[in-house]
């Protein structure tokens, strides 16, 4: 597995993907799969996780049907998906470890963060709100930001734009290999947080692959950095 070799001379700006990365939803999104498949007598195919993550809901939802040959339409598979994750929120949401701790510290060093979602913005404010987490970015990228879905670029390079600063000198943490590839393909700096629904992706994009998001890795590359000013 290959990854870029170097540090970033200069972090200006950080950018943060939401399911998976700050909040343990693509567990909970695997148990709410496993409840639809079988309700219809149908097993999890090994693969179909890793094909949906990262991705928008209907592409998701397109992967289901093309995985498991149901006939079910998008929008309805998309309306079940989300009735059967809501109902098992308040029991199973957590936080990612380290995500409070890396937080703190970036906010030490003031560097403006954002968050890079492929979920929709009423489902990314309901979830951050959980957790109080909306002051502490200066803007969320959604869904309905971009025309294209990750593992293309475009999220990155506009939340590189909005904050003013050039994609090499955008920070990204991310846990799946749509949007490694995506915050790779933009210029960004990316730090690949595989989790127990990831770790079988191909990560060779990323700029280093860590084990949480307070990693030794971590804290090396940001010591490395000057406070930076507010742009």
Excluded: W
Aim: aromatic share 6%; net charge negative; proline share 6%.
């Amino acid at each position: 597995m290959s990854m870029r070799p170097g540090f970033p001379e200069q972090i200006s700006a950080v950018a943060f993907d939401l399911d998976g990365l700050m909040l343990n939803t693509e567990h909970v999104f695997a148990l709410a799969a496993e409840n639809m498949l079988r309700k219809r007598g149908l097993a999890m195919p090994s693969d179909l996780l890793r094909r949906m993550m990262g991705r928008r809901p209907p592409e998701g939802m397109r992967t289901m049907r093309e995985l498991t040959g149901l006939h079910d339409s998008v929008e309805d598979l998309q309306a079940e998906a989300e009735r059967e994750f809501f109902a098992l929120l308040d029991e199973h949401l957590e936080t990612m470890p380290g995500l409070f701790e890396l937080l703190d510290l970036l906010e030490s060093l003031e560097l403006p963060k954002c968050v890079a979602t492929s979920s929709p913005r009423d489902y990314q404010l309901d979830l951050m709100n959980r957790f109080d987490l909306m002051p502490r970015f200066r803007f969320a990228l959604t869904a309905e930001d971009v025309q294209n879905g990750k593992p293309h670029p475009e999220i990155y390079l506009t939340a590189a734009a909005r904050h003013g600063v050039a994609t090499s000198e955008l920070f990204v943490f991310e846990d799946s290999e749509a949007g490694t590839n995506a915050a790779a393909a933009a210029g960004a700096f990316v730090i690949s947080v595989p989790h127990e629904h990831s770790r079988c992706h191909n990560f060779e994009n990323a700029s280093r692959i860590v084990e949480s998001l307070m990693d030794a890795v971590v804290l090396d590359v940001l010591n490395r950095q000057q406070p930076a000013a507010q742009v």
